[in-house]
T-cell receptor, first 119, second 107 residues
Framework: DTGVSQNPRHKITKRGQNVTFRCDPI?????LYWYRQTLGQGPEFLTY????????KSRLLSDRFSAERPKGSFSTLEIQRTEQGDSAMYLC?????????????????FGPGTRLTVL | GQQVMQIPQYQHVQEGEDFTTYCNSS?????IQWYKQRPGGHPVFLIQ?????EVKKQKRLTFQFGEAKKNSSLHITATQTTDVGTYFC???????FGAGTTVTVRA
């Protein structure tokens, strides 16, 4: 399977614990996005990378959240001191992008997500 | 950028009927993308519209971009149960996807 993969698919944790999720994008895609989605809502932007550089973070992203993409390939999203309000589906997506695209966003390919439940 | 507004939020359709969902913006959009998310699934890219007045078709789905590039629509003909899901229009990912239009089909 050459699509976007995410691990784990499900995570149950107790409030106050730290969790880390991994996303492996499509290999030739240089842009990687993280989203959070709760029931009945669309994906909410968290952050995105171009190669290894984190270019933007949502203002909604608290300092308990951190993301990395150290080698410009896979990415990790860590949530420290989890709260019950962090319970959601965390989606990763990747897309190709070149400077010739004129700044237009290219289609994103989403992974299956990691469902986090904080007890 | 400004998040586009999508209406209706819910659409209940009799199988075989047509329906349309609309996206509206107060500002000119550089492009618009449409995604579909099936229940329990993840968003899947459907199409991107870039040109003023552009119309694209995918089988029973017809996508339009307004002449002023401030609105877009998705029209589905002869709705089938496979059309169930939530349809999102997106311009700027940093503004997130919005609630979309959730479609249910009565057999």
């Amino acid at each position: 399977d050459t699509g976007v993969s995410q691990n784990p698919r499900h995570k149950i944790t107790k409030r106050g614990q730290n969790v880390t999720f991994r996303c492996d994008p499509i290999s030739e895609h240089n842009r990687l996005y993280w989203y959070r989605q709760t029931l009945g809502q669309g994906p909410e932007f968290l952050t995105y990378f171009q190669n290894e550089a984190q270019l933007e973070k949502s203002r909604l992203l608290s300092d308990r959240f951190s993301a990395e993409r150290p080698k410009g390939s896979f990415s990790t999203l860590e949530i420290q001191r989890t709260e019950q309000g962090d319970s959601a589906m965390y989606l990763c997506a990747s897309s190709p992008w070149t400077s010739g695209s004129g700044g237009n966003y290219n289609e994103q390919f989403f992974g299956p997500g990691t469902r986090l439940t904080v007890l | 950028g400004q998040q586009v507004m999508q209406i209706p939020q819910y659409q209940h359709v009799q199988e075989g009927e047509d329906f349309t969902t609309y996206c509206n913006s107060s500002t000119t959009l550089s492009n618009i993308q449409w995604y579909k998310q099936r229940p329990g699934g993840h968003p899947v890219f459907l199409i991107q519209l870039v040109k003023s007045g552009e119309v694209k078709k995918q089988k029973r789905l017809t996508f339009q971009f307004g002449e002023a590039k401030k609105n877009s629509s998705l029209h589905i003909t002869a709705t089938q149960t496979t059309d169930v899901g939530t349809y999102f229009c997106v311009n700027d990912y940093k503004l997130s996807f919005g609630a979309g239009t959730t479609v249910t089909v009565r057999a």
